[in-house]
């Protein structure tokens, strides 16, 4: 489905992020990995190497403009772009978002939100000689429903839902699809901590109505599909994927 395609997947070497890269590998594609911490990086590659996957990576914090950069360089070894899937976030806070400092403020959003943004932004010259660019964003469930614990985080998740809009309705002239995917509740380090006691578990399954958490795959599914052809129509768009948590009118 995506031979012949070359993917760039940030904050990839776990959770989410390494599911992803790990499907659109299955499906075909090359892929360019990342993380901030070199042990992280090195045990990905391997794994998905491991798998007869074709993969190139480096250290990458999103917030870094070097970094960045060298996203693309990898990406033209292989050839181009065709994918970009911007999937890092950091929430170091649990609270309301008027008791978030503005330092943690700040923090948020450049890595939420202004790393997708620049993301986008610099993939847009090889994204242009590609025949089936494709730009998807991770946003999350807290971007439509806030929750009290995640106030600062839930708002930078709602602005990736702006994001996509409007960059979709610049690019879609262009042939260039910009998708988001909103997951809920999926079982990764990153969640580890609404499931922390047998309660918090219990609140949160009673919001679920297939009553389960979900999987790194499940998401990854998802992006597959609005990566590839099937979805060459589909622009601008915020895919829930939450074990129908919005299933309600
Ligand atoms: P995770 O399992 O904790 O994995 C996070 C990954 O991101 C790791 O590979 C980590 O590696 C990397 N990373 C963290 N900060 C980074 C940065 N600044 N630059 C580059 N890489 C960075 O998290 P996850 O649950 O898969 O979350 C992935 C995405 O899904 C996030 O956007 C999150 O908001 C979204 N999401 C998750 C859930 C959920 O329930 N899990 C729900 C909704 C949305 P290093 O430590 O090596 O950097």
């Known amino acids: 489905m995506l031979a012949n395609r070359v993917a760039i997947v940030t904050a990839s070497t776990?959770?989410?992020?390494?599911?992803i890269a790990r499907r659109l590998g299955q499906?075909?594609?090359?892929?360019?990995?990342?993380?901030?911490?070199?042990?992280?990086v090195e045990r990905a590659t391997k794994e998905l190497q491991s798998e007869?996957?074709?993969?190139?990576?480096?250290?990458?914090?999103?917030?870094?403009?070097?970094?960045?950069?060298?996203?693309f360089e990898e990406a033209k070894s292989f050839g181009g772009?065709?994918?970009?899937?911007?999937?890092a976030a950091v929430n170091p806070v649990?609270?309301?978002?008027?008791?978030?400092?503005?330092?943690?403020?700040?923090?948020?959003y450049d890595v939420n939100v202004k790393s997708s943004f620049l993301l986008a932004?610099?993939?847009l010259p090889l994204l242009r000689k590609s025949k089936h660019g494709r730009i998807i964003f991770i946003s999350s469930i807290s971007a439509y429903y806030p929750h009290i614990l995640l106030g600062a985080y839930g708002f930078s998740k709602t602005a990736l839902l702006g994001l996509t809009k409007n960059a979709a309705l610049q690019l879609a002239p262009e042939g260039i699809?910009?998708?988001?995917?909103?997951?809920?509740?999926?079982?990764?380090?990153?969640?580890?901590?609404?499931?922390?006691?047998?309660?918090?578990l219990k609140e949160e399954l009673t919001n679920i109505p297939m009553g389960r958490i979900g999987k790194s795959e499940e998401v990854a599914?998802?992006?597959a599909f609005l990566a590839s052809d099937d979805a060459s129509y589909i622009t601008g768009e915020n895919l829930l994927v939450s074990g129908g948590f919005s299933a309600r009118l």
């Open 177 to 200: 699809t910009v998708n988001c995917i909103c997951p809920g509740h999926i079982e990764t380090r990153f969640s580890k901590v609404m499931r922390s006691s047998d309660d918090m």
């Open 27 to 40: 499906e075909g594609a090359s892929l360019v990995i990342s993380s901030r911490k070199p042990e992280n």
């Open 81 to 87: 772009l065709d994918i970009l899937v911007s999937n």
């Open 221 to 223: 599914s998802s992006v």
């Open 14 to 19: 776990d959770g989410i992020g390494l599911a």
């Open 52 to 71: 007869g996957l074709r993969v190139k990576s480096l250290v990458c914090h999103v917030s870094d403009a070097e970094n960045r950069k060298k996203l």
């Open 121 to 123: 932004k610099e993939a």
């Open 94 to 108: 649990h609270g309301g978002i008027l008791d978030c400092s503005e330092s943690i403020f700040d923090k948020i």
